[in-house]
């Protein structure tokens, strides 16, 4: 069965402690790994695709990782305004469908 | 920019109402989605549309229904709504292809009561 799952489910940091959210899953062959980030109240906000192994991308103070069972979105300095859920979804090969984990709640403190 | 519109961003129904919850999207994408949202569960599916009048059942179809008369509207109906319908509606667009990413609306704040 394919499964995302994201830990931990909440972070606190600093304004500026550097940190790493991780997204595991399992999947018929991988079509893509997504990243959303979702503010309180809001829809989720596409952050980055990743379709293969070794594949790295970076906006701003934000970089994701792929490797053949799991993702790193690795935030460095963060500030207040990074603070949000971030999700995780991956598509299996066939198939429209995106299956989501349940998130990370990263707080960022001044 | 992607946009991807929905009717309400709050929605306040009494138990055994009909519910329509409305989606646009500006992009000419093929593919529509319609998402409940929460608590501990994180994003589940409740249907998609491929193309004009095409529907598919996701993961939790059950109470719930789907129309698509034009390519950039989609809408997601409750025909007798139930308290355990209380939940974030969104919905999101993408192209038709391998690989091609959602786009999401605002989401619906649904509560019934």
């Known amino acids: 069965e394919d499964q995302v799952t994201q830990s931990p489910e909440a972070l606190r940091l600093q304004e500026g402690e550097s940190s790493s959210l991780n997204c595991s899953y399992t999947?018929?062959?991988?079509?893509?790994l997504f990243w959303y980030r979702q503010d309180p109240g809001k829809g989720p906000e596409f952050l980055f695709t990743?379709?293969?192994a070794g594949e790295e991308k970076e906006k701003e103070r934000l970089k994701a990782t792929l490797t053949k069972k799991e993702s790193f979105l690795h935030i460095t300095a963060p500030k207040p305004e990074d603070s949000a859920t971030y999700l995780c979804a991956v598509q299996a090969r066939y198939t429209d469908k995106l299956i989501f984990g349940t998130g990370t709640r990263l707080q960022v403190f001044p | 920019d992607v946009k991807v519109t929905q009717s309400s961003r709050y929605l306040v129904k009494r138990t055994g109402e009909k519910v329509f919850l409305e989606c646009v999207q500006d992009m000419d994408h093929e593919n529509m989605f319609w998402y409940r949202q929460d608590p501990g569960l994180g994003l589940r599916l409740i249907y998609f549309s491929y193309d004009v009048k095409m529907k598919e059942k996701g993961d939790i179809p059950e109470g719930y229904s789907v129309s698509r008369e034009k390519k950039e509207r989609f809408s997601l109906i409750l025909e007798s709504a139930s308290t355990n319908q209380t939940s974030m509606y969104l919905c999101?667009?993408?192209?038709?292809?391998?690989?091609?990413?959602?786009?999401f609306g605002p989401g619906t704040r649904l509560l019934v009561l």
């Open positions: 999947v018929s062959g991988l079509r893509g």
């Open positions: 990743l379709y293969s």
């Open positions: 999101a667009s993408s192209l038709n292809g391998p690989q091609e990413t959602q786009y």
